[in-house]
Nanobody, 121 residues
Framework: QVQLVESGGGLVQPGGSLRLSCAAS????????MGWYRQAPGNQRELVAQ???????NVAESVKGRFTISRDEAKNMVYLQMDRLNAEDTAVYYC???????????????WGQGTQVTVSS
């Protein structure tokens, strides 16, 4: 059983910064990729940023240049540094891991419980 636990959410003023953390219950070396998604009220869950085992990143256009994803394999952690936040970034942020289940590379998606980020003055 793989578990992901997010932390670091909260209330921040426009233009401010937050760093989200995601702790995995096992080695992230077995994950094909890890990432952050977000879901605002009335909207579908959307990809924010993803990082593969080789360090390749994929960042949504809406946050490119403001958000940075990183991973620390030694600590089984993934981070999302969010700078220059604005009201449109308000959402519940979810950590995601693509857990590889066989030698062919098939994987299952694992989700954390989510952490609320609110950008407001």
């Amino acid at each position: 059983q793989v578990q992901l636990v997010e932390s670091g959410g909260g209330l921040v003023q426009p233009g401010g910064s937050l760093r989200l953390s995601c702790a995995a219950s096992r080695s992230i070396a077995n994950f094909k990729a890890m990432g952050w998604y977000r879901q605002a009220p009335g909207n579908q869950r959307e990809l924010v940023a993803q990082i593969s085992t080789d360090g390749t990143t994929n960042v949504a256009e809406s946050v490119k240049g403001r958000f940075t994803i990183s991973r620390d394999e030694a600590k089984n952690m993934v981070y999302l540094q969010m700078d220059r936040l604005n009201a449109e970034d308000t959402a519940v942020y979810y950590c995601n891991a693509q857990f590889v289940v066989n030698v062919e590379g098939a994987f299952v998606n694992i989700w954390g419980q989510g952490t609320q980020v609110t950008v407001s003055s």
